[in-house]
């Protein structure tokens, strides 16, 4: 089945020590998102590509980055965490355009110890 | 400033209850509008959508939604609900253009059997 995978599910790491979650798709959409949803909170947009161009929210802190090294994968990567980012991350992917529906994946929860 | 804002966090019915959730969107320009569930366990999944036409929509598993636009609403219903619709449900607004969406924070629906 087409898919919107993340990897891992359940991520651990070290206050200030950088950290990277992934995400591929098979489902050749142009448009992949990153939402940050904390506890009891709605997901908030990070920053999304459309193809290879970059979309960064303005409020999206600078330690967080993106990158998309091809349609199929996308990586998040916090370089310095803070206990403030702990919470789940959620990607998505779209085909893009008017109305397009948003395919999620299952979201790695973010703990920082 | 675009946002969306579902007027129940956590609501508890019988099953065989009827079921209205809020939403209210404060957005810019064309909106589309969505309402995402998601199960225990599972990622998001889209459970119906408008974007133009007529303003009652119909989704999965009995679930509609009418898109009030003098009220700025998009209220989701469900006339009996089952034990296997406890979840938590999403409101969003997107723009017609990006396909960007903005999430309410959430309403947790819990069933009894």
């Known amino acids: 089945d087409a898919m919107v995978i993340q990897n891992p599910r359940y991520q651990v790491t070290q206050f200030g020590k950088p950290v990277t979650l992934s995400c591929s798709q098979t489902?050749?959409?142009?448009?992949m998102y990153w939402y940050q949803q904390k506890s009891s909170q709605a997901p908030k947009l990070l920053f999304h590509y459309y193809d290879k161009d970059f979309n960064n929210e303005a409020d999206t802190p600078d330690n967080f980055q993106s990158r998309r090294p091809n349609t199929s994968f996308c990586f998040l990567d916090i370089r310095s965490p803070g206990l403030g980012d702990a919470a789940m991350y959620l990607c998505?992917?779209?085909?893009?355009?008017?109305?397009?529906?948003?395919?999620f994946g299952n979201g790695t929860r973010l703990t920082v110890t | 400033a675009q946002s969306v804002s579902q007027h129940n966090h956590h609501v508890i019915l019988s099953e065989a209850a009827s079921l209205e959730l809020g939403c209210n969107y404060s957005y810019g320009g064309t909106v589309n509008l969505f309402w995402y569930v998601q199960y225990p366990g599972q990622h998001l999944q889209l459970l119906l959508k408008y974007f133009s036409g007529d303003p009652l929509v119909k989704g999965i598993k009995g679930f509609e939604a009418e898109f009030i636009k003098s009220k700025f609403s998009f209220n989701l219903r469900k006339p009996s609900v089952q034990w296997s619709d406890t979840a938590e449900y999403f409101c969003?607004?997107?723009?017609?253009?990006?396909?960007?969406?903005?999430f309410g924070q959430g309403t947790t629906l819990q069933v009894k059997p």
């Open positions: 969003a607004a997107g723009s017609s253009n990006t396909g960007k969406l903005i």
């Open positions: 489902l050749n959409h142009n448009v």
């Open positions: 998505a992917t779209s085909r893009g355009g008017s109305g397009a529906t948003l395919h």
